[in-house]
Every structure is written in C-alpha cells, then in structure tokens.
Nanobody, 122 residues
C-alpha cells in the first residue's frame, strides 16, 4: 500500500515563493516518475512538472524559469520550488507517482496525493 502526502501549500503574495514537498510511503522498491499537477477552479488538471528516476525533467511552458522540480530517490520524495509566483498559479496542486514498484508485487502502479492548495494574491 502506497500513500503520497503533500505539504508546503498556502497563501502567498504575487512575486513570492513556496516549496512543495511530497513523500511517498509504503513498501516501495522504486518509482519511475514523480511529478506535480495543478487544477484551478473550473479548469482541467494540467501537468506542472515531472522528473524521472534518472533526473530528466519536463515543465509546463507557463512555469519554465520560475519553478524547479527535484527528487530524492532514497527518500521517495519530490519537491517543487516555486518562485516569482503569479495569481495564475493559484490552484490545487497534486503529487503524482507513476511506475511505483512495491516489494512482492511485480507490476508497477500509479498513485496520487490528496492535494495541497496554493493561492497567490495580487
């Protein structure tokens, strides 16, 4: 059984910074990709950034140069450093883990965190 727990969300003024963390717990052998998605009210969930086990990254165009994703494989934890925040960054941020391999289970699976709210005021 795998659980993803996010932390670090909150209310911040435009131009400020936040650092999100997501820790995966359970009998985990490895995780292929960890990432962050966000969903604003009335809009679809979109990829913000993700990172593979080898360190390769993907970013949404809207956050390039402002956000940085990183991970600690030994801790099964992914981080999202968010700088120069804009009101358009407001939304619920969800941690995602894909290709999670668990001891005793051969096939990998996908898991989602419960989400953490980020609100950027103008």
């Amino acid at each position: 059984q795998v659980q993803l727990v996010e932390s670090g969300g909150g209310l911040v003024q435009a131009g400020g910074s936040l650092r999100l963390s997501c820790a995966a717990s359970g009998s985990i052998f490895s995780i292929d990709v960890m990432g962050w998605y966000r969903q604003a009210p009335g809009k679809q969930r979109e990829l913000v950034a993700d990172i593979g086990s080898g360190g390769s990254t993907n970013y949404a165009d809207s956050v390039k140069g402002r956000f940085t994703i990183s991970r600690d494989n030994a801790k099964n934890t992914v981080y999202l450093q968010m700088n120069s925040l804009k009101p358009g960054d407001t939304g619920a941020y969800y941690c995602n883990a894909r290709g999670v391999r668990i001891w005793g289970i051969l096939n990998g699976g996908d898991y989602w965190g419960q989400g953490t709210q980020v609100t950027v005021s103008s």
